[in-house]
T-cell receptor
Framework: KQEVTQIPAALSVPEGENLVLNCSFT??????LQWFRQDPGKGLTSLLL?????REQTSGRLNASLDKSSGRSTLYIAASQPGDSATYLC??????????FGAGTRLFVKA | DVKVTQSSRYLVKRTGEKVFLECVQD?????MFWYRQDPGLGLRLIYF???????EKGDIPEGYSVSREKKERFSLILESASTNQTSMYLC????????????FGPGTRLTVT
């Protein structure tokens, strides 16, 4: 059974710092991996999608990497800003209708 | 832009009540999902629907049922609400070709007392 774990559960950093969020999954047979952002009391917004054949994806200050063999992904946020404060969720898809979500990392960027 | 709306942002119900959560999407998506989100557990799939009147059970369907009479609307029903169903409920929709590209509604925070 696929399981997705995110460490740390919460993180507080000063503005301007570069940071890395971690995601691990137990079964390397994935179709793709996504990183989502969730603001308090709101739904999820997809940030980056990495197909199983890809190693990384970039969008602005965000860079996500994927290492299927080790079952790991990282989300790198450069030059963090207070507006980046949110919960970041990692999710893997195995090709069917089920997407398996991690519990998320709650990020707080201090001004 | 895809828009997924949920009927209520906050809902308080009593134990034993029948509860309806409504979700509407405006992008003609074939697929719709209901999840619940609890601290430390992430999102867990309750039910999935791939067409009108068609559904599949997710990982935690017990205590829930669903209804999809129209393509744009997917309802989650708690037949007899219990306190352990207090949670955030999220609806999502996706096209027929990319089930993983899900668009989420804002969520309904349900409290059962």
């Amino acid at each position: 059974k696929q399981e997705v774990t995110q460490i740390p559960a919460a993180l507080s950093v000063p503005e301007g710092e570069n940071l890395v969020l971690n995601c691990s999954f137990t079964d390397s047979a994935i179709y793709n991996l996504q990183w989502f952002r969730q603001d308090p009391g709101k739904g999820l917004t997809s940030l980056l999608l990495i197909q199983s054949s890809q190693r990384e994806q970039t969008s602005g200050r965000l860079n996500a990497s994927l290492d299927k063999s080790s079952g790991r992904s990282t989300l790198y946020i450069a030059a963090s800003q207070p507006g980046d404060s949110a919960t970041y969720l990692c999710a893997v898809s195995t090709g069917g209708f089920k997407t398996i979500f991690g519990a998320g990392t709650r990020l707080f960027v201090k001004a | 832009d895809v828009k997924v709306t949920q009927s209520s942002r906050y809902l308080v119900k009593r134990t034993g009540e029948k509860v309806f959560l409504e979700c509407v999407q405006d992008m003609d998506h074939e697929n719709m999902f209901w999840y619940r989100q609890d601290p430390g557990l992430g999102l867990r799939l309750i039910y999935f629907s791939y067409d009108v009147k068609m559904k599949e059970k997710g990982d935690i369907p017990e205590g829930y049922s669903v209804s999809r009479e129209k393509k744009e609307r997917f309802s989650l029903i708690l037949e007899s609400a219990s306190t352990n169903q207090t949670s955030m409920y999220l609806c999502a929709s996706a096209t027929g070709t990319a089930l993983y590209e899900q668009y989420f509604g804002p969520g309904t925070r349900l409290t059962v007392t």
